[in-house]
């Protein structure tokens, strides 16, 4: 089920009402049941994977507590297994089979075995990486396995971050969910208005974006620099508003119902660095690396060569979480090699910055760091969103590709024929000449660019305030009816922008992970 | 009820009711764009409720709103013709309107273009295409194929385009009509011809495409409902006729002659309306056709319904 489909207007009010008329003891139940349902609205037969795993862990779980030793790391390699199987089995097996076919065919081998007719099941890197998160912190003590097999699985399955995040820690979850909540008015509303403005994101902007993205991304070579350029930088905003949005709504849905899930974005790009980026930007997944992988590799408390390596190779698989592909390889590399190459050439950019002065002008040494990092990130994205590894490099190719065209396009459009609209000649004829490389502009194309770019404009002044307070905070500050028509009009926006004329829900690009 | 819970409800009302508030302005407030060519729909309706009966009835989409003339043919024939065209778009929702005034003694002609044959989607019409047409008569909602399930779509998308035609007005002025000099709702004659491109030449318009007809993969569900309309028509007394859609030479060509009689063949086995049109009067030189291969210029208009109101004539005689 989306969280942007009419199913869920219903599914949340009648999940929650029912929730709160519960007793205590039956509210598990509910949610778990709601959380099979909300599962099973995708493909139901691949809740079974979800009971492989579950099963597992529960009995993993009680025997990491159990034994000691050699037995206790085998239940743990045991869980590893079945976890990392499910997900290799189902997400890179073709990837692999695929690769080692192209191989064989290279070497002149007969390779006999052929791809699998699987449909990836929805959030399963999520759903797996969380579950194994838990057999990791009971085998390192630093939680106690659950004896009650209804909240394990409702840990593993709880609807509002089962699909796409964020990805939970058991100590985080577990004894929220023990914990009976009562309803509390401003708990509640604030956990309405984070879906709210989860909504905005996801419909308003995310989705409006589609618009510049796909049709450059869907056939790159038909396009050159300045619509390649103008189409990656609108899939970062696209993707931070798909994803960002669905973790908002995500949070919000759970504090409703009581349970504080974990921040998974923080104004990521307000970075100044990469991996300041990295700390902001799906935190769930990060932390899940760092503590999973990074560190028990020796993190940063390694020689350098060594430290690099672990970083780049956390990155690498990183990228491979993402997807079974090699655009997906490369968007983690890249980011490895960005991190490694920021190690390794600090002292370098110290040295830059005191002879450039830069380090006496703070405010502008800030913007070039958070542009630098904006813009190398975008480029990453190029990765990331294209179809295959021959378009991204077509793109990449390309980017600087056609600009003179454009530019003397552009020129003539503002002088020769924007002016002559009469009733807003400079907006019409800038519109005109800025995406011009989108031609042939309709009267409705135009209007839906310049109200995306507002809708782009409310995006950036509320992350700012959000990033300089707590935005939430100073609004209940407000008097009672301003604060009520803030929200109207907040959902009236959403309503009226709600519906794509395709008609189709986009669903959130995170879920194919 | 604790405090919480009632607070919570009180509030929760107030936000409700003022978005309410807010949406049922902005709906009602921005009004139907009067240059908008569906406009013409308003004409169409008032010409089938008003019209005494017998009456010819055209009806399809633009082939037959840009490429029949009604008035000639009143002229020709001396009994009232209306043409109730618009845009294939719709789907067959307007001919489910259409139903609704079929008299005692009405002769409907339908003219539906060949990609709605093979429109998958073809009984539910564009969304986007089926808002702006029941804005302009929101009891036009029943025509849908699904009214229940398929309003809330249609209002939504209505509401979206209403506040783009209204910033774009503001911003840039004017409609969202992409071609509003021609395409205007105020360009019908009294027998609901669309008459705004017959003064323009055919070379301002943009070159149209020399692709095929798509004749092939014929849906069922056009022709189920197609008998289903005629078993009404029949009911109330009417008779109906299919006229097949004049069709550009290049496009002709490039769907090929066996495919065109291959369609014809089916739909003659497949339906029990009787097709005026011959095959060999489908295919009209390019020189009659305006901007796409359904729209005919003044003088591929004229030659087509002398064409019809011959058809027509032998028809009659022969039933005589």
Redesign the interface.
Do not use: D, H
């Given at each position: 089920m989306l969280f942007n489909s009419?199913a869920f207007l219903i599914f949340f009010p009648v999940v929650t009402i029912t929730y709160f008329l519960l007793p205590h003891r039956f509210r598990w139940m509910l949610l778990l049941a709601a959380s099979c349902y909300f599962y099973m609205a995708f493909i139901p037969k691949y809740i079974l994977i979800l009971a492989v795993t579950i099963t597992v862990d529960y009995f993993a779980g009680l025997g990491l507590e159990k034994f000691e030793g050699r037995k206790k790391r085998w239940v743990l390699m045991a869980s590893i297994l079945t976890n990392i199987g499910m997900l290799a089995f189902f997400k890179y097996f073709n990837f692999a089979n695929e690769n080692l076919a192209s191989l064989a065919k290279f070497i002149d081998w007969n390779y006999p075995v052929h791809s699998l007719a699987i449909i990836l099941p929805i959030g399963l890197s999520f759903h797996t990486f969380q579950s194994l998160s838990y057999t990791i912190e009971v085998y390192r003590g630093r939680q106690k396995a659950e004896r009650h097999f209804g909240y394990l699985a409702l840990y593993v399955m709880y609807y509002p971050q089962l699909v796409a995040g964020p990805i939970e820690r058991p100590q985080n979850i577990l004894h929220q969910l023990h914990t009976e909540q009562r309803?509390?008015?401003r708990r509640?509303?604030d956990g309405l208005k984070w879906m709210a403005w989860g909504m905005f994101k996801k419909i308003v902007v995310a989705d409006r974006m589609v618009l510049f993205v796909n049709p450059v991304y869907n056939d790159p070579t038909q396009h050159s620099g300045p619509a390649l350029v103008f189409a990656t930088l609108a899939f970062a905003i696209q993707i931070y508003c798909d994803f960002s949005g669905y973790s908002d709504i995500a949070l919000g849905s759970a504090q409703v119902m009581g349970v504080k899930l974990m921040k998974n974005f923080d104004h990521p790009y307000f970075a100044r660095s990469i991996s300041e980026f990295w700390r902001r930007w799906h935190i769930s997944l990060s932390t899940w690396f760092r503590d999973y992988l990074y560190i028990p590799l020796g993190g940063n408390r390694v020689p350098k060569p060594r430290w690099a390596f672990n970083l780049f190779i956390t990155f690498l698989i990183s990228g491979l979480w993402h997807g079974a592909d090699w655009t997906y390889v490369i968007w983690g590399a890249l980011h490895g090699s960005y991190l490694v190459l920021s190690i390794l050439t600090e002292p370098f950019w110290t040295r830059l910055s005191v002879l450039t002065r830069l380090d006496r002008l703070p405010r502008l040494k800030i913007a070039i760091s958070t542009l630098t990092t904006f813009f190398l990130v975008t480029f990453a994205w190029i990765f990331f969103r294209a179809a295959s590894l021959s378009d991204a490099l077509y793109i990449v190719s390309h980017l600087a590709s056609g600009w003179h065209a454009y530019l003397a396009q552009s020129w003539h459009t503002l002088v020769q024929e924007g002016f002559q609209?009469?009733?807003?000649p400079g907006?019409?004829s800038i519109v005109n000449a800025v995406f011009t490389i989108f031609t042939p502009l309709?009267?409705?194309s135009?209007?839906?660019i310049?109200?995306t770019a507002l809708a782009l404009i409310l995006l950036i002044v509320i992350e700012v305030l959000q990033y300089r307070g707590n935005l939430l905070e100073q609004l209940h500050q407000k008097p009672v009816y301003l604060r009520?028509?803030v929200?109207?009009?907040l959902?009236?926006v959403i309503?009226?922008?709600?519906?794509s004329?395709a008609?189709v829900q986009q669903a959130f690009i995170y879920f194919q992970f | 009820m604790p405090a919480d819970v009632r607070a919570f409800f009180v509030s929760t009302v107030q936000v409700i009711l003022l978005t309410a508030a807010m949406i049922t302005i902005t709906f009602l407030g921005i009004k139907p764009d009067p240059d908008h060519y569906f406009a013409g729909s308003l004409l169409h309706t008032r010409l089938l409720e008003t019209t005494a009966s017998p009456r010819i009835i055209l009806a399809g989409g633009s082939n037959v709103s840009f490429g029949i003339d009604a008035e000639l043919m009143q002229r020709k024939l001396g009994i009232p013709v209306i043409n109730d065209g618009l845009h294939a778009g719709l789907g067959l929702a307007p001919l489910r309107e259409l139903e609704e005034y079929i008299r005692d003694g009405d002769v409907i002609i339908i003219s539906l273009e060949y990609n709605l044959f093979a429109y998958q989607d073809v009984l539910n019409g564009d969304p986007t295409f089926l808002s702006d047409w029941i804005e302009y008569s929101p009891r036009r909602i029943q025509y849908l194929s699904k009214p229940w399930k398929e309003a809330p779509g249609i209002y939504a998308i209505m509401l979206q385009r209403k506040v783009n035609r209204q910033v774009n007005t503001v911003l840039f002025g004017g409609s969202l009509n992409e071609v509003r000099d021609i395409f205007v709702g105020t360009k019908y004659d009294l027998n609901g011809d669309f008459i705004g491109h017959l003064q323009e030449t055919s070379m301002n318009r943009r070159k149209i495409p020399a692709t095929p007809y798509p004749v092939l993969g014929l849906q069922d569900d056009i022709f189920v409902f197609l008998e289903n309309f005629n078993r009404i028509a029949h009911e109330k007394g009417a008779t109906v006729y299919f006229e097949a859609p004049a069709s550009r030479q290049s496009n002709c060509k490039a769907t090929g002659q066996a495919q065109m009689a291959d369609f014809f063949k089916t739909f003659a086995e497949r339906s029990s309306i009787p097709i005026l049109t011959p095959l060999d009067e489908v295919c009209l030189p390019n020189k009659y056709f305006f901007d796409t291969e359904y729209h005919l210029n003044a003088q591929g208009r004229k030659l087509r319904t002398e064409r019809l109101i011959e058809n027509w004539i032998k028809v009659m005689a022969a039933l005589k």
């Open positions: 009419a309803f509390e008015y509640v509303t609209n009469t009733a807003n907006l019409y309709t009267e409705e135009r209007t839906v310049v109200l009520r028509i929200y109207a009009s959902i009236a309503l009226i922008f709600g519906t004329y008609s | -």
